[in-house]
């Protein structure tokens, strides 16, 4: 099976193809983009289009590459030695798998989301570059190495907070989520909302984009909160005449599905009180 759209996710036409190249390749696929463009849902939508089950390995600044391997308890060992516990004589009962000893040893193929690689050291990626080429790593503690049964389809997403190695992207296939146009963002929000009048769809959406292009924005609203937006307008019953804004208040109604920082929020204050001085 190849990837596309769902009924749930629109893929566009070179997301799909990134996606289907990365499969035939064998090689991860890093996903780049601003967030809230769909990164991490994409591993869940691949994994269903192609009937894989999936594992996500969540990064945080404190991960460590060998914690995706396996982690040797070697406290608990030690105090159950000093209790006399006979499990101490076997080593493997003090290691807890990784997710990737968890997709190497899978009786299938799987899906495997390495969400946010980023959000790591710097060091991090380098860490994986013979596991993830490979698809194997040695387990000092037991001697034992362990091989994928099945290459595993990788996803790798990336904020773009740091700079990745020249090496660890070699040994990937590259694709950069852009924000969706007009025409694609109107086909993703009939997914969710099918039953949305066109009249607020398109004011709503006019406001939306002249929202993110303001000058000065620190941060964009992105795919995901103009969804939470549209989501509150259907709520509260509101219509094309309820999002109109003027002089006196250039704030979009219900602004805080859409502007996440009080920055954004004084500075649209602001161009309200040029607005009323230029009146």
Known sequence: MKFGSTSSYIASDDLAIAVNAA?????????????????????RQVAESLGLPMLEWNIKSTTKAQQGLYEYDAVSRLRDSQL??????????????????????????????????????????????QELDKMEFHVYETGETIRARHRPVVIITSNNEKELPDAFLRRCFFHDI???????????????????KEALLTTALTQFFEIRETPGLKKKPSTSEVLDWLKLLLAEDLGPEDLKRDGKNLLPRLHGALLKNEQDVHLFEKLAFMARGRG
Do not use: C, M
């Not at 852009?178 to 949305?196: G, K, Q």
């Open 178 to 196: 852009r924000f969706p146009d007009l025409e694609v963002l109107r086909a993703i929000v009939a997914v969710h909302f099918p039953d949305i």
């Open 84 to 129: 006399g516990d006979a499990r101490v004589q076997d080593v493997s009962n003090y290691i807890r798998k990784g997710k990737l000893w968890q997709a190497f040893e899978a009786e299938s193929r799987v899906v495997l989301l390495i969400d946010e690689i980023d959000k790591a050291d710097i060091e991090f990626p380098n860490d994986l570059l």
């Open 23 to 43: 499969v035939t390749l064998q090689r991860p696929l890093l996903v780049k983009g601003e967030p809230g463009t769909g990164k991490t849902e994409l591993a």
